[in-house]
């Protein structure tokens, strides 16, 4: 898919290949594909004949999300290198302890990633941000605008890049977050890469000169290898509400915390990354999507099932439906009912473990008649109350009424030892919470002894850059509520 991006670009040069947007939601171009290519190109060169790069080597890649972490991209899989990529989310000792294993052997950053590694520090570490100083890892050089607290530019050189290198190997590497004993990094090689895109690919099918909007390197490169226009989400809200009205794309990917605000929507919409439930499905098509995918999908397996807004609303059982498994993805549980998947695109191994070709989701689920897959919820959430064990995620579909923006199942822990289970439900801006809490009383009800011994309405925490729920913020949350007004109840 990487060499066929290279050129697609090569030959429709003029084109635009990735828009950002003015305040205002206009489109502008930030990179047409010739100028994309020629980047990579540069990008490459440097990497081979100064920094003497070669294939295998660990490349550490903190640059945002544009044309230029593209080209990066491109450059590292044209010499064969395995890119390390230093998300400022998985934690400074997380990142240390594992690239200990695949030490860099350069780390090309941008300068706000130096800033938050450096001078910033302090105001980055207050939205969760936080990268180790990176010239404790490795030499570094700049990408794009150099400033005073940056280090060298990335050196042009007048030769020309090395011809593609054609054997497998690691492609990339991805820190998940962890504990520094225990932390996790995902390697995917460049087969597993390869065969994760054409799934996206096919799934998606972007079509030439038409507009997807995503922000995922999973998103980008189909898009622009089948000779689409890739859009960046703007990241305020109401900005990226206009860029849609300007851009009224055939395709657009956004997480679900991004997808909760808009109000006009046009084509296809596709969601994933976090729980994305049947009313955000269907709140999607009612703003004027055709369709509207809720997408499973790891670090580890991209993507793994889908499944369209009809059949998720029209799933009255229990338990949340994800869709049938995308072609080639194999599915089986193990004893515990814990989910196990294998794919072409499922990740080779974990850094510094043996490869495994079945990747362990942490989450329970059961298999239908017809191979769908139907979540039940994370291992780890499951709540003990009264020696019996309640997996959320069973329950946690129901409590999704239109009034509802986002819900969750907790456990608190009692002054008996036991866990009170307790219902956490954010309402919509707007909702009338006298009457959302008599509508969810047919919904409590039929959880039979699963039932919540309280319920709470309020905000739901949220965590991580993909903004899941925290349930672990949402249970002190709920023990400090219940604390002061210890007789509130769900019955």
Same mark, same amino acid.
């Given at each position: ?276 439930? %049947? %009313? ?8 004027? %999507? ?10 580890? &397996? ?72 139907? &979540? ?7 709540? &003990? ?54 509508? &969810? ?51």
């Amino acid at each position: 898919m990487l060499d066929q991006l290279a050129r697609t670009l090569r030959e429709g040069a003029s084109r635009p290949a990735l828009l950002g947007t003015t305040r205002g939601g206009s489109p502008r171009v930030l990179a047409r594909c010739g100028e994309l290519a020629a980047l990579a190109e540069r990008y490459a060169a440097a990497l081979h004949h100064v920094h003497g790069l070669r294939p295998g080597d660990t490349l550490g890649v903190a640059v945002r999300p544009g044309p230029r972490a593209l080209a990066v991209l491109l450059a590292a899989h044209r010499l064969g290198l395995r890119s390390a990529v230093l998300d400022p989310g998985a934690g400074p000792e997380v990142l240390r302890a594992r690239l200990a294993l695949a030490p860099p052997a350069l780390i090309l950053a941008d300068a706000a990633a130096q800033a938050v590694a450096g001078w910033a520090r302090p105001l980055a570490r207050r939205a969760h941000l936080e990268l180790p100083p990176l010239a404790a890892l490795a030499p570094v050089a700049t990408v794009g605008p150099r400033h005073p607290w940056c280090a060298r530019p990335l050196a042009e050189h007048p030769a020309p890049a090395p011809a593609p290198y054609e054997g497998d190997g690691d492609a990339v590497i991805v820190f998940t977050s962890g504990t520094t004993s225990a932390p996790r990094a995902v390697v995917h090689s460049r087969a597993s890469l390869a065969a994760g895109m054409r799934a996206v690919d096919a799934l998606v099918r972007p079509r030439p000169g038409r507009t997807v909007l995503g922000g995922t390197t999973f998103v980008l490169v189909p898009a622009l290898a089948a000779g689409a226009i890739a859009a960046l989400p703007a990241r305020r809200a109401a900005v990226l509400q206009r860029q849609l009205d300007r851009l009224a794309p055939d395709e657009t990917y956004l997480t679900p915390p991004q997808l909760r605000p808009l109000h006009r929507l046009t084509g296809r919409v596709w969601t994933g990354s976090a729980p994305a439930d %049947a %009313a955000l499905l269907r709140r999607a098509k009612q703003a004027g %999507a055709s369709e509207a995918w809720g997408v499973y999908a790891l670090t580890e &397996l991209f993507p793994a099932a889908a499944v369209e807004e009809r059949d998720k609303s029209a799933h009255d059982g229990p338990g949340d439906l994800l869709g049938h498994p995308l072609p080639g993805v194999r599915t089986r549980l193990d004893a515990d009912g814990e989910l196990l998947l294998a794919a072409p695109s499922a990740r080779d191994r974990y850094l510094g473990e043996d490869p495994d070709p079945w990747v362990r989701t942490g989450d329970r689920a059961r298999l239908d008649p017809d191979g769908r897959i139907v &979540l039940a919820g994370r291992l780890k959430d499951m709540v &003990l109350r009264r020696a019996e064990n309640i997996y959320p995620g069973l329950y946690e579909p129901s409590l999704h009424l239109p009034d509802v923006e986002l819900a969750v199942l907790v456990g608190v822990p009692g002054p008996d030892g036991d866990e009170r289970l307790v219902a956490l439900v954010q309402p919509r801006p707007g909702a009338d919470r006298h009457r959302l809490r008599a509508a &969810l009383r047919a919904p409590l009800d039929r959880m039979g002894t699963a039932r919540p011994d309280a319920l709470l309405l309020g905000p739901v925490p949220l965590t991580g850059r993909s903004r899941k729920p925290d349930r672990t913020a949402a249970a002190h949350y709920c023990a400090t509520h219940l604390a002061k007004s210890p007789a509130r109840s769900a019955r």
